[in-house]
């Protein structure tokens, strides 16, 4: 993706714990998206950072660190059903809500 | 529920046939997107619109044209299709303003193949 890096795939274990980090650059930045993917669907929306720190929903949470471009998104009890892959976007402040997105991160869980 | 379709889950052409692919959200939302995505590249920005018959080039715009006659249809358009635009297509609305920063819905997509 232009500008914006995310590991290529991931393992781990059913219940287990995940991290998938994200950078990007910082010119221009507003916010930092995060969508899941499952093979052969649509992306769906997972959170939203604009602001420094932790988000938690539910198993899901994310981070941001705006002064060093950085966004994490944590799974945990990871279930079968979380292999998906995990797009990683961020908007600028340009208007017009553009987003410019990362390859994704293709997690797979395992029994 | 926003819910945004696209006209077709699969689709396949011949090279030099014009491609029409149609996308329709039921939110109001202003904005609307086109985008490509393929395997190590992520999805890339075709075209947006962000009003009735208004459209912007994205990343991406060579070989595609995008039409906006009503808010909630959006489609994009292959003038004469190419090989190197077999694809995943997939359109996505959001409103302006609206809560979550403006979070992109997006639509099942369609997976395009050119002979």
């Known amino acids: 993706g232009q500008n914006i890096d995310q590991p290529t795939e991931m393992t781990a274990t059913e219940g287990a714990i995940v991290q998938i980090n994200c950078t990007y650059q910082t010119s221009g930045f507003n916010g930092l998206f995060w969508y899941q993917q499952h093979a052969g669907e649509a992306p769906t929306f997972l959170s939203y950072?604009?602001?420094?720190g932790l988000e938690e929903k539910g198993r899901f949470s994310s981070f941001l660190s705006r002064s060093k471009g950085y966004s994490y998104l944590l799974l945990k009890e990871l279930q079968m059903k979380d292999s998906a892959s995990y797009l990683c976007?961020?908007?600028?402040?340009?208007?017009?809500?553009?987003?410019?997105f990362g390859a994704g991160t293709r997690l797979a869980v395992h029994p | 529920d926003v819910k945004v379709t696209q006209s077709s889950r699969y689709l396949v052409k011949r090279t030099g046939e014009k491609v029409f692919l149609e996308c329709v959200q039921d939110m109001d939302h202003e904005n609307m997107f086109w985008y490509r995505q393929d395997p190590g590249l992520g999805l890339r920005l075709i075209y947006f619109s962000y009003d009735v018959k208004m459209k912007e080039k994205g990343d991406i715009p060579e070989g595609y044209s995008v039409s906006r006659e009503k808010k909630e249809r959006f489609s994009l358009i292959l003038e004469s299709a190419s090989t190197n635009q077999t694809s995943m297509y997939l359109c996505?609305?959001?409103?302006?303003?609206?809560?979550?920063?403006?979070?992109?819905?997006f639509g099942p997509g369609t997976r395009l193949t050119v002979l």
């Open positions: 996505a609305s959001s409103p302006v303003n609206g809560e979550g920063g403006d979070t992109q819905y």
């Open positions: 976007a961020w908007t600028g402040s340009g208007g017009y809500n553009k987003l410019i």
């Open positions: 950072n604009v602001l420094d």
